[in-house]
């Protein structure tokens, strides 16, 4: 082998692991973005599951109030 040879298959290697290095990293990043989408989805989702459990305690809170409303017209119309 010549020595240009043997440069040339040394700076094609050194290449070879810098891209395999590259696409590592880049696959790295990728998952992190992915896995923080995720975490960023699942805050959403507790933040909108406790607005509907709140939205749920207001309404059956709301029904009571409605409920014992028509229970004292219901009463006051039976003693008539």
Known sequence: MTT???ISLIVNI???LGSVIGVYVKLKLDITK???KIEQINRE???KE???LLD???NREDHAKIIEKIDH???KLSSK
Request: aromatic share 10%; net charge negative.
């Open 73 to 75: 017209l219901i009463d």
């Open 34 to 36: 992915v896995e923080l």
């Open 45 to 47: 989702l507790t933040q």
């Open 50 to 52: 406790i607005a509907t």
């Open 4 to 6: 240009f040879q043997i």
């Open 14 to 16: 050194l290449l070879f």
């Open 56 to 58: 749920q305690k207001n």
